[in-house]
């Protein structure tokens, strides 16, 4: 197995990919403000990429987020509002925000922008030597997952895509396996960054077009991944990276063999709740 890290920058994520494309052309073009909705990392991608442009940021996330990203999106000069219930409710609340005031919505995973930039994972790991067998990428809304998808299946197209998400959180995952969006009422999981319960559509049908398959793991295994990249790779990442690690353990004959590659997409754990996690015996 190898793995493709994307937890060494300012922002500690994948996301500033997708949102220095969106910065750019804001500062160019405008307006010079711009809202989202997000779990954490995006906005803290958002409040970096913006600050060193003179844009005028916003995020809105849930006040149940995890109080080390909405500290690092504060840090970072966003706007920051909280609000009641989950990402969903952030996301609706976002939307009327780009309303009423009349700036940009990014829409993580529906705007183009943010595919754009994970695609760019892909083409990192279409030109590596030696080549994979399969790629596992963590599937929240999206954006990731497609971005990466559509370059390697038209530059790697014997490449497998697998797509992984949290028993707690499938919605996106059903969908794939129903070809049409399955939602849920609620989330359950650790893996705060892929805890949607409403799939976008359009998204759905892209995801469609690359993944060869969905998975979902179990939280004893998401826990498991997260001991074994600290101690094999000497890797503090948050839940949501570590499952690709946790697909690998559940399903150990189909990889046996195989040159597997999964995406780190992201390392923005609160420590205290780390700790707690990975305080039972290594792997």
Known sequence: MSVKLETANPVRCFKARGTEVVASRLAEHGPRAVVCASAGNLGQALAWSGRGRGLDVTVVASRFATVAKLDRIRALGARLELVDGDHESARARASAVARHEGIRLLEDSLDIETCE?????????VGAEPSFDAVLIALGGGALATGVGHVVKDLAPGTEVICVQPLGAPAMTRSWHSRRVVTTDSTDTIADGVAGRYPIPSVVDDLLLVADDALLV?????VAGMRMLLHHAGLV???????????????????????????????????????????TASP
């Not at 690709?244 to 390392?267: K, M, P, Q, W, Y």
């Open 218 to 222: 179990k939280e004893a295994s998401i």
């Open 117 to 125: 930039g994970a695609a760019t994972i892909g083409l990192e790991l």
């Open 237 to 279: 990442v948050e839940p949501s990276a570590a499952l690709g690690v946790a697909a690998i353990l559940e399903n150990r004959d189909r990889f046996a063999g195989r040159h597997v590659v999964t995406v780190i997409c992201g390392s923005n754990v609160d420590m205290d709740a780390y700790h707690r996690w990975v305080a």
